[in-house]
């Protein structure tokens, strides 16, 4: 028959070791104690009967009869031994019953059993004790019982003992509790991953109110699935808008095929419904296009390009494209970069995001309206602010314009795929900026970059394993 199921929990058994450490610790602690207090009791008991040998000895022969008799009665604990000899070894006085063999009577303390004799009758005795010889030739020997030395000993002892039984117990109850404390919430975790794993996207692992590990952990695997939930989401979004938006340019081109294959005449004719064909097959190949640049700049496989880039010249070049185009409109381009700003980052991205955010002022400005691309400084940032008199962006669409293929329904007879504003989000957050749809008149967009000292270069590792050589974005 097995061992259950909770004893081969690794909480359990690190408690087990723990307590074996803690007892042994514990023994440890307990011999000191006892060698110690049996060393300090012995060392007292020694000095005691010094001193009782020091009055003694210098007493008269009569009064030192006397004192050993009254100090005998007054020993009610029966603890005190004191034998007076003669010089032929007879006893005189006290409750020694003869002196014993091989004592030296030098004046040192020595262990040695005796027969004690009182009204008791008499008993042998191991004894600290002490000799010393008379001036009259006599032999004074005076001891104590050393069994009371290990009794007190053996008190100390039982009772840190005694003290380490329940602290054990107690131990091995938190370590049972704590497992099963931890085996319920792995459950409960196991539970709720194999919900997940069966496709409930919404179920999350159960948090705490504490701030103890366990629910710190559940927080960030709480926040990866909700981002995983959000891609996933936006992937199945993704797939649908792809295949409604190429399936219109797809149709037409199927359609005017067919159309100049029956109702073609003439070669001019069917030039220019090859010519319209091609127009729609060139659109959902851009369509095609933007999605894998998305992708390329989404997995930051253009972080190898990375150095550092002026602002400045960026925002007059981007203005130096599209003033020709915004003249044919009839917009007005205001170009405002009055200080050289650098940014680290990559030099060609920066350019597309940038062009991409004139592009649509450009585009959604009437005719007489204005274009405006300038460089500030914020708040401890370099800010790229582009802004226009256009119709601008509802506040409850600032966010859904950032998705892949939307168009507003006032744009959607505009020329266009719907990828511009998300193209620049996926670029800003590689590079770690901040861009922000400002409220106000017409639209005013922003990129804003927090100031850094210096570019910091540091080591990663792809899924692949390979390393590689990831930026942290810094401005000067």
């Known amino acids: 028959m097995g061992l259950p199921a909770f004893t081969h929990s690794t909480t359990l058994r690190w408690t087990v070791l ?12 307990l011999g000191f104690v006892y060698l110690k207090a049996k060393h300090d009791l012995t060392i007292q008991f020694d000095r005691v009967i010094s001193l009782q040998m020091g009055m003694l000895a210098n007493l008269p022969p009569g009064q030192m009869l006397d004192a050993i008799n009254e100090g005998l ?20 006085a006290g409750n020694v019953e003869r002196r014993p063999p091989g004592l030296t009577a030098d004046n040192t303390v020595q262990n040695a059993v005796v027969e004690r004799i009182d009204g008791s009758g008499p008993e042998k005795q191991r004894v600290r004790l002490i000799a010393q010889s008379l001036p009259d030739g006599n032999v004074l020997v005076i001891g104590r019982n050393a069994d009371e030395i290990e009794e007190v000993a053996r008190v100390v002892g039982r009772a840190l003992a005694l003290g380490l039984l329940p602290a054990v117990f107690l131990c091995i ?12 919430r792995i459950m409960e975790v196991n539970e709720r ?29 709480n926040g990866m699935l909700d981002e995983m939930e959000t891609l996933i989401h936006s992937l199945a979004g993704v ?28 070669l001019e004719q069917l030039q220019a419904v090859a010519d319209k064909t091609i127009e729609a097959l060139d659109q959902s190949l851009s369509i095609i296009t933007a999605i894998l640049r998305l992708a390329e700049i989404e997995k930051s496989e253009r972080s190898a390009g990375f150095g550092k880039v002026s602002l400045a010249d960026l925002v007059r070049e ?3 494209m599209y003033e020709p185009i915004a003249e044919d409109k009839g917009v007005s381009l205001v170009v405002q970069s009055p200080r050289e700003l650098d940014v680290y980052g990559d030099r060609d991205l920066l350019v597309e995001a940038v062009a ?8 959604y400005t009437p005719a007489g309206g204005q274009v405006e691309i300038g460089l500030v400084r914020g708040d401890g940032e370099i800010i790229v602010r582009v802004k226009d008199t256009g ?47 400002r409220p106000g008149a017409g639209c005013v967009v922003e990129i804003a970059c927090p100031y850094a000292p210096t570019p910091v270069l540091t080591i990663g590792t792809d899924p692949g394993g390979a390393a590689q050589r990831q930026p942290t974005v810094a401005c000067s």
Request: hydrophobic share 45%.
């Open 18 to 29: 723990v307590v074996g450490l803690f007892a042994a610790f514990t023994v440890t602690l």
């Open 73 to 92: 009665r007054q020993d009610s604990a029966r603890a005190r031994l004191v034998g007076l000899f003669g010089v032929n070894g007879e006893r005189i």
């Open 173 to 184: 109850a938190v370590g049972v509790a704590l497992n099963a404390r931890a085996q319920r």
């Open 193 to 221: 991953a194999q919900r997940i794993v069966a496709g409930n996207l919404r179920e999350r692992l159960p948090r705490g109110d504490t701030d103890d590990p366990f629910s710190k952990l559940a927080m960030i695997v």
């Open 239 to 266: 797939g649908h808008d792809i295949a409604h938006d190429l399936r219109t340019p797809l149709t037409r081109a199927r359609l005017m095929l067919e159309r100049g294959r029956t109702g073609a005449e003439t």
């Open 318 to 320: 981007v203005g130096d």
């Open 356 to 363: 991409n955010l004139v592009d649509n002022a450009v585009k």
């Open 391 to 437: 119709s601008g962006i509802s506040e409850h669409e600032r966010d859904a314009v950032l998705r892949r293929f939307y168009r507003s329904d006032k744009t959607r007879h505009m020329s266009g795929l719907g990828l511009g504003l998300n193209l620049v989000a996926a670029i800003v957050k590689l590079h770690g900026f901040r861009f922000t749809i």
